[in-house]
């Protein structure tokens, strides 16, 4: 009586794999069989990742370092409105170079900016006109001033110049000291209030 041995479990898998490939039935996973604890790191490569596959909503937060960015990789169209701030910028990271004509307003360089006005006495042409004590809202005793004339259409009279001016007013911290010229015209004339804008720079 002959004796017949079991099959290993070995034997009963490669019968069982060659009967599946034979048969040329294919099996699907079911959606979520697959977790990504289930995936081993790195397994997954850029290349079979279709493009938009990849959502923010599946990026935990601080998930990409700057050294996975590609230079350029992150356009403007990208960045939404507020998002980057100056905490978010390397020092001198911006530099005149990276900033369009144009596309800074003065409030975008100065601590504050400040409107006044400066009422000289009438001027014959080669005359000069200070004020020493011209008090400018918010200003601090340390601050530094950059003093501009007005335009034209807030009043500015193009006979004039600003000749000189201090951060330094004699009539205490939040005042500043100008010098108004009328280097040239006819006869003697009064410009009445004259518009100056202050840059307050901290």
């Known amino acids: 009586m002959k004796m017949f041995r079991r099959p290993s479990h070995g034997t009963v898998a490669a019968y069982l794999a060659l009967f599946l490939a034979l048969s ?27 493009s938009g596959e990849v959502g923010k909503t599946e990026i935990r937060k601080e998930a990409v370092a700057p050294s996975e960015i590609r230079p350029n990789a992150v356009r403007e169209s990208e960045i939404r409105t507020g998002a ?5 910028l390397l020092d001198g990271a911006v530099t005149g170079a990276k900033i369009d004509d ?11 900016v400040a409107n006044v006005e400066f009422d000289p006495p009438a001027l014959n042409p080669g005359d000069c006109a200070s004020d020493d004590s011209l008090v400018v809202p918010n200003k601090q005793a340390d601050d530094r001033v950059l003093v501009l004339p007005g ?52």
């Open 151 to 202: 335009s034209d259409d807030a009043g500015w009279n193009e006979e004039l110049t600003l000749d000189a001016y201090s951060a330094a007013g004699a009539g205490g911290a939040n005042t500043i000291a100008v010098t108004l010229c009328r280097p040239f015209g006819t006869g003697s004339a009064d410009p009445g209030d004259q518009p100056l804008t202050v840059l307050l720079l901290g």
């Open 84 to 88: 980057v701030g100056t905490d978010e």
């Open 24 to 50: 040329g039935t294919a099996y699907a996973l079911q959606a979520g069989s697959i977790t990504s604890r289930e995936i081993a790191k790195g397994a997954v490569k850029r290349s079979e990742i279709k």
């Open 102 to 112: 144009g596309s800074l307003a003065l409030a975008d360089v100065a601590r504050e």
